[in-house]
Nanobody
Framework: QVQLQESGPGLVKPSQTLSLTCTVS??????????WGWIRQPPGKGLEWMGA???????YYNPSLKSRTSISRDTSKNQFTLQLSSVAPGDTAVYYC?????????WGQGTQVTVSS
């Protein structure tokens, strides 16, 4: 079955760029009708969809984050990457990657990212 695993730094300084990678196993990010997305949950708050990339490489972003967000992929490694620029303490959250196809499933286990100097 499809599995996703996030990786990246757990601590990022304010104003820097956060970069996270999602490695997918058990399925290809270039085939099928799914999209591959990033979702985050700040402490004490709800889930926030950040963006996604589809099997053709087209990207879709949350308008509220679009100016700071970039999603790309490495098809040779079956990975997709999130970059969030100019981070601030408010970007502290658990970041998840997930497959989207009539709902988000499965999800990665999530990775905690803290923005602090």
């Amino acid at each position: 079955q499809v599995q996703l695993q996030e990786s990246g730094p757990g601590l990022v300084k304010p104003s820097q760029t956060l970069s996270l990678t999602c490695t997918v196993s058990g399925g290809s990010i270039t085939t099928g009708g799914a999209v591959w997305g990033w979702i985050r949950q700040p402490p004490g708050k709800g889930l926030e969809w950040m963006g996604a990339i589809d099997t053709s490489g087209s990207c879709y972003y949350n308008p509220s984050l679009k100016s700071r967000t970039s999603i790309s992929r490495d098809t040779s490694k079956n990975q997709f990457t999130l970059q969030l620029s100019s981070v601030a303490p408010g970007d502290t959250a658990v970041y998840y990657c997930a497959r989207g196809n009539k709902g988000w499933s499965p999800w990665g286990q999530g990775t905690q990212v803290t923005v602090s100097s």
